[in-house]
């Protein structure tokens, strides 16, 4: 079983930057898929993309394309989100999850989840 824990949250205003982290502990990430999602206040928790740890292949849902990059940290078992040009549309709690296998599968069986970090975009 693996642990996920996110951190790079706050308060940016809008067209600023920020950068999520999801570290990884108890296994490595070796053949998982990481995904980052968000649930803003009110809404359904959605995807915002995918990358397959052990060969950095990427994937973005539409909405976020352009804009956001997921990435393969530094450090071994971490994935980092890099948001930029943010709007106040994307203001939500962020989540990683972590599954072995390929981002292709869009269910949610049997994903480890961390609990979140919030990004809250105003001036």
């Known amino acids: 079983q693996v642990q996920l824990m996110e951190s790079g949250g706050g308060l940016v205003q809008p067209g600023g930057s920020l950068r999520l982290s999801c570290v990884a502990s108890?296994?490595?990430?070796?053949?998982?898929?990481v995904r980052w999602f968000r649930q803003a206040p009110g809404k359904e928790r959605e995807a915002v993309a995918c990358?397959?740890?052990?060969?950095?292949?990427?994937y973005y849902e539409d909405y976020v394309k352009g804009r956001f990059t997921i990435s393969r940290g530094d450090v071994k078992n971490v994935v980092d989100l890099q948001l930029n040009r943010l709007k106040p549309e994307d203001t939500a709690v962020y989540y990683c999850a972590a599954r072995y296998g390929l981002c292709s599968r869009r269910d949610l069986n049997d994903m480890n989840w961390g609990k979140g970090t919030l990004v809250t975009v105003s001036s």
């Open positions: 108890g296994r490595t990430l070796d053949y998982y898929a």
């Open positions: 990358i397959h740890y052990s060969d950095g292949t990427k």
